[in-house]
């Protein structure tokens, strides 16, 4: 099934309330990943315009942060059921621009409706706390400590491509209903999505400056934005390599960073190797592998490895491939240059004898699952993040070995364990260097009220709805002194 797309449309960004077109006069292309062709173009604004938007969002937060913890909450709710209304407009939007199937793009925008009302809940149910002077040795009766969280200002988000709907609301919400202005700075590849977005906040009739969505060059306003004196904290999910430049250009500003990952499956010899198999194919395939949670490499016992193997390629074999517009689990990556990569890595690892089970073929930015057997720790295959459909399986002697391996990545974000030993899979975990670990399950990001955590260079922060809460608020706290 092949859709050309009739009308070419030139979006507007937003600011103050308003939809405008820049002074600059320049637009970026915005290319769908599988019908090759430019669907939109987007604004390229001007540091001028990033100025007058951050002027907007700071004038604005002032009078937001008055607002009642109910006030906000109503805002936040009627956003939610313009989303839901838009559903199939944005989800058609998403499928077209990031290459994800159309059932896909309308769970996500769904779920993102579901994050925003479970953030609402979440703030209406965090309460302050209060301290005793006398509850310290030689502290005072008469001091009474209240503490509080108040809006850090102006918030920086920061979207990636592969949900650009739910990871931009991620951001925004939390940091809306605690009291913050917003600056949504999209991905490039998504910013089509992240402005339908935005459509239906303005729909809910937010206070006008309160979001504003700017889209443009990184070389042009990237540094800029970060760098911006105007801007107190920032949320930021992508690359590794871009979150680590940008923390260095950040100064002392908050920060939470979602970076990349390399999430090992670890398969002991006592797991149900027909279970892990079906948790791994979902966690390493789905969307063709463009999820810093996808698991990235399997970490398997010798022992069961030729039985998980053969139960992996069956598995494979079954996937569909082809265009998002048919419900293919299989679509072509973001673009051309991310396939080159997953290639490489690919033809890295078969030049230094890996075996290809099955896989490895490409029309042009369409890669096919592919797995790969007895790869080693020479190959890049092994430690590099591919965002790909690319499954490398090492084999194992020892869970010593497994942790070794597991641990030696530069990488922090999750796990997978699959042991029918529970007191084993707690003592592994234990032991692994991730944010979190999956016991007999996929890595995944959700549900989305769980901690979601990246250590070593998968990140720096929390998420999840209360910790994004927390980490987009400061404790203040007034101390009542009681005159006797």
């Not at 999209?186 to 006008?208: D, N, R, V, Y």
């Not at 949320?235 to 390599?241: A, L, V």
Request: hydrophobic share 40%.
């Amino acid at each position: 099934m092949t859709t050309t797309v009739s009308a070419l449309k030139t979006y507007e960004y937003y600011v103050n309330g308003e939809w405008k077109t820049s002074e600059s006069g320049q637009t970026i292309d915005i290319q769908s990943p599988y019908l090759y062709e430019t669907i939109g173009k987007v604004q390229a604004i001007t540091k001028t315009e990033v100025d007058e938007a951050i002027r907007f969002a700071q004038e604005a937060q002032q009078i937001w942060a008055e607002y009642s913890l109910q006030e906000r909450a109503s805002y936040l709710h009627k956003w939610a059921d313009e989303l839901i209304n838009m559903q199939d407009e944005i989800a058609e939007i998403i499928m077209k621009e990031v290459g994800k199937s159309l059932k896909d793009a309308k769970s996500e925008v769904v779920r993102t409706s579901d994050f925003i009302r479970y953030t609402v809940g979440e703030a209406l149910h965090m309460h302050g706390e209060s301290l005793r002077g006398d509850s310290f040795p030689g502290g005072s009766k008469s001091k009474i400590a209240i503490v509080d969280r108040v809006p850090l200002g102006v918030v920086l988000a920061i979207s990636p491509f592969n949900y650009p709907v739910n990871l931009a609301a991620a951001k925004l919400a939390p940091a809306l209903i605690a009291g913050n202005g917003v600056i949504f700075k999209p991905a490039t590849q998504g910013a089509i999505s992240g402005i339908k977005m935005i459509e239906a906040l303005h729909k809910a009739g937010f206070p006008q400056g309160l979001v504003n969505i700017v889209t443009g060059r990184g070389s042009v306003i990237g540094d800029y934005l970060v760098e911006h004196e105007g801007i107190d904290m920032i949320s930021f999910t992508g690359g590794t390599n871009t979150g680590v430049s940008l923390a260095k250009k950040a100064g002392m500003i908050p920060l939470v960073l979602e970076l990349g990952g390399k999430d090992p499956g670890i398969v002991l010899e006592d797991a149900d190797v027909a279970e892990a198999a079906k948790q791994i194919i979902s966690g390493a395939f789905s969307y063709s592998g463009q999820r810093c949670t996808a698991i990235k490499r399997v970490l398997v016992h010798d022992s069961v490895a030729d039985e998980l193997v053969a139960l992996l390629k069956e598995e494979i074999a079954k996937l569909s491939v082809g265009s998002p517009e048919d419900g293919s689990v299989i679509v072509p990556l973001i673009d051309e240059h991310s396939a080159d990569f997953v290639q490489g890595l690919i033809d890295d690892a078969v030049e230094k004898g890996a075996v290809t089970v099955i896989g490895n073929q490409r029309e042009r930015s369409l890669i096919y699952p592919t797995l790969l057997d007895h790869v080693t720790e020479d190959m890049k295959v092994a430690w590099e993040e591919p965002f790909g459909p690319v499954l490398p399986v090492i084999r194992i002697q020892s869970e010593q070995e497994a942790i070794r391996i597991a641990n030696a990545s530069e990488y922090g974000l999750q796990a997978s364990i699959f042991t029918k030993d529970v007191n084993k899979a707690f003592a592994i975990a234990s032991k692994l260097e991730t944010g979190s670990v999956q016991i007999n399950g996929r890595t995944e990001r959700g549900p989305d009220h769980f901690p979601f955590i990246g250590v070593k260079k998968s990140g720096i922060g929390v998420q999840g709805i209360r910790k994004s809460i927390e980490s987009m608020t400061r404790e203040k706290v007034t101390i009542l002194n009681i005159l006797s």
